[in-house]
């Protein structure tokens, strides 16, 4: 099989051609895997699991316990149902749960749920309808609204239903920042995602953005423009700004920066530009999640971190801090 690191001994000017993505085969492809990586989730895994297993284009689930002390296991063995398996991952991390599945799912395409959110009716349908339209793609998204600890919606992101996200070639807008956000609105190609080496272990944060970044350089993706997911946002949330702050995130950067496989794929003299946008997003999203717990001075302080860097960013993220007061 082609790796993504063939590609970099492409001669450097193919680097940056299309002709420098894996090829993919050309054609519908309907098995889809459900990873879902859960440690001491019970309050919420039965939900999620249901909201999975309700999707009829859906071939497997397979949940990673990765060392729960609660019931997580045992309301996963009380569901019966012939596509949910379980695994255990001993306490690895989620990156670690997340590619034990996947090495183990027979899927074609692989969408990894986080254990306390819940797709959405005829999700899958949607994202498969998407990649039979786009048969190059290596990953197909969506969109998500949030929900609080009791399933109640408190997002109003079905206000953005004008909104597109960008389709094809995405690399340099995705390492300028991560619009997915959640792995649970995606699609990904395993062939694809295999290829690519998974998720980095070495990554506490935003690795999933890391992982999207090396998919990018090897294929396109395409928008979906729906919402997928109810994003459950509460206090045992790893991105919560309450216990997150931006200095978190930046590891990530440096590693999506210093990737060989990105940076083969970026347009030239480009990378100084998209890594500072990349601070910028996280520092926003930080801000954006400040606010929403109802911590407001700190939200203030990464406004100020952001002026630092750049004032001309300092309105746009002002405005998307602002919008997150109304859930948007």
């Known amino acids: 099989m082609i790796t993504a690191e063939d590609v970099l001994d492409l001669p450097v000017s193919a680097r940056v051609t299309t002709q420098a993505r894996l090829p993919l085969p050309v054609g519908s492809t309907t098995s889809v895997s459900v990873v879902i990586p859960a440690k001491n989730a019970a309050a919420y895994v039965g939900e999620t699991l249901a909201s999975a297993l309700?999707?009829?284009?859906?071939?497997e689930v397979i949940v990673v316990d990765d060392g729960s002390t609660d019931n997580t296991i045992a309301i996963v063995r009380?569901?019966?149902?012939?596509?949910?398996?379980?695994?255990?991952?001993?306490?690895?991390?989620?990156?670690?749960?997340?590619?034990?599945?996947a090495r183990h799912?027979?899927?074609?395409?692989?969408?990894?749920?986080?254990?306390?959110?819940?797709l959405r009716p005829g999700a899958v349908a949607a994202l498969l309808a998407a990649a039979r339209g786009a048969p190059r793609a290596v990953l197909v998204y969506g969109d998500y609204n949030t929900i609080d600890s009791e399933g109640r919606q408190v997002g109003r992101r079905d206000l953005l239903k004008g909104r597109r996200k960008p389709s094809g070639d995405v690399?340099?807008?995705?390492?300028?920042?991560?619009?997915?956000?959640?792995?649970?609105?995606?699609?990904?190609?395993?062939?694809?995602?295999?290829?690519?080496?998974?998720?980095?272990?070495?990554?506490?944060?935003?690795?999933?953005?890391?992982?999207?970044?090396?998919?990018?350089?090897?294929g396109e993706f395409e928008f979906a423009p729906k919402l997928l997911l109810d994003y459950r946002l509460h206090t045992?949330?790893?991105?919560?700004?309450?216990?997150?702050?931006?200095q978190d995130f930046f590891p990530?950067?440096?590693?999506?920066?210093?990737?060989?496989?990105?940076?083969?794929?970026l347009p030239e003299?480009?990378?100084?530009?998209?890594?500072?946008?990349?601070?910028?997003?996280?520092?926003?999203?930080s801000a954006m999640q400040a606010v929403r717990f109802g911590r407001y001075r700190q939200a203030f302080t990464y406004l100020g971190m952001i002026g630092r860097r750049s004032l001309n960013s300092l309105p746009r993220s002002a405005l998307r801090v602002a919008l997150a007061c109304f859930g948007i």
């Open 78 to 101: 009380a569901i019966r149902d012939p596509r949910l398996r379980l695994m255990t991952n001993d306490s690895a991390g989620v990156s670690a749960a997340r590619n034990l599945g």
């Open 105 to 118: 799912a027979s899927g074609e395409w692989l969408l990894f749920l986080d254990a306390d959110d819940r």
């Open 269 to 285: 003299g480009t990378a100084a530009r998209l890594r500072q946008a990349a601070e910028i997003h996280l520092v926003t999203y």
């Open 236 to 246: 045992a949330n790893t991105m919560n700004a309450a216990v997150r702050t931006p």
């Open 171 to 218: 690399l340099t807008r995705l390492a300028a920042g991560n619009f997915i956000v959640n792995g649970g609105i995606a699609l990904a190609r395993a062939e694809a995602f295999r290829a690519i080496g998974g998720f980095d272990t070495s990554l506490r944060y935003c690795e999933d953005w890391h992982c999207w970044c090396r998919l990018a350089a090897i």
């Open 252 to 265: 990530a950067i440096a590693r999506v920066f210093d990737d060989g496989l990105i940076l083969a794929r």
């Open 54 to 59: 309700a999707q009829g284009e859906v071939t």
